[in-house]
């Protein structure tokens, strides 16, 4: 097999026809049928179905086709690895990270690496965490460090718990419930909220609250699970919010949000690291890896 019978595969599966890929892959069209005939002959199956409106993945064809996008990505990254280490690196590791770690681990993570493996390029990636979980079964990244709710229970996936971590509900600075001692459920229902989305974990853990002091859901106004926007949101707004305590702190301390006296402790997962379970770890990994457990294990 070589690079461009994987290149085909994927292209293939995006495109659903032989013309089309072979057009974005400059190919004519029936070499391109010919490199497919060689792929079923290979793997001694029949990967596409012919119809008159296109190609149809047949059963077998979607294991393939994941493989597929692992392998070129990892020829990728190999390509780019090659080149670090011709100019002295011991490699690189691509990690995901949600915001709920970069406050404990981000800062402190980069020095423990830094003394334990000082020729380790990181490189960081943020974004959705089902963004972030399809690029790691993509190979795209090598790690992801998130809370390890149901999404990162896969078993494509294995997860290492590295600390608890719980939030808070938070505020602009002046806002008037900020200044109350005591907060009751009847004053949280009552408010406007930005909540995370349908499927966070914690908004199992939200309903279960209201539901146990009697009280309605909110209704939030916006749902979203970006710390920036939300900050940005809880500047312009009497809304409430709920923010992991590292990160509630930190903006604080700068005067940008009040924590609330609200006592309620919110059962949320672990904070860890997810890779794939399949994947040989590569020393830059085993290095990055090494380094966040050190950190978790002294925080």
């Not at 029936?30 to 005939?37: D, F, I, M, Y």
């Not at 029949?46 to 119809?51: K, N, P, V």
Request: aromatic fraction near 6%; proline fraction near 6%.
């Amino acid at each position: 097999m070589r690079a461009r019978h994987l290149a085909l595969l994927v292209t293939l599966a995006d495109t659903l026809s032989i013309h089309r890929a072979a057009a974005r892959l400059h190919m004519t069209q029936p070499a391109a049928s010919k490199s497919l005939r060689e792929l079923e002959t290979l793997f001694g199956t029949q990967l596409f179905e012919r119809h008159p409106r296109g190609l149809r993945p047949t059963a077998a064809t979607q294991i393939v086709i994941d493989r597929a996008r692992i392998m070129l990505v990892e020829m990728q990254k190999l390509g780019s690895d090659l080149e670090l280490i011709a100019n002295g690196a011991l490699g690189k590791v691509r990690v995901g990270m949600m915001p709920v770690a970069m406050p404990t681990l981000l800062s402190k993570v980069l020095l423990q690496l830094g003394n334990d493996a000082p020729r380790v390029v990181a490189e960081f990636h943020e974004g959705s965490l089902d963004w972030m979980l399809g690029a790691l079964s993509q190979g795209k990244l090598d790690c992801v460090i998130c809370r390890l709710g149901d999404g990162t229970a896969a078993t494509h996936f294995r997860r290492e718990a590295l600390f608890d971590e719980s939030v808070c509900i938070v505020a602009r600075s002046g806002h008037p419930i900020a200044r109350r001692k005591t907060i009751t459920p009847a004053m949280l229902a009552s408010a406007d909220w930005i909540f995370p989305g349908g499927d966070a974990p914690l908004r199992t853990s939200i309903r279960q609250f209201f539901t146990d002091a009697a009280m309605p859901v909110p209704v939030p106004k916006v749902e979203c699970v970006s710390v920036l926007a939300n900050l940005q949101m809880l500047q312009d707004t009497d809304w409430l919010a709920f923010l992991p305590r590292p990160i509630a702190l930190q903006y604080a301390k700068l005067g940008v949000i009040a924590i609330l006296n609200a006592s309620h402790e919110w059962p949320m997962p672990a904070v860890g690291l997810v890779t794939r379970a399949e994947t040989q770890q590569t020393p830059a990994l085993d290095a990055f890896v090494n380094a966040a457990r050190s950190v978790a294990s002294t925080s």
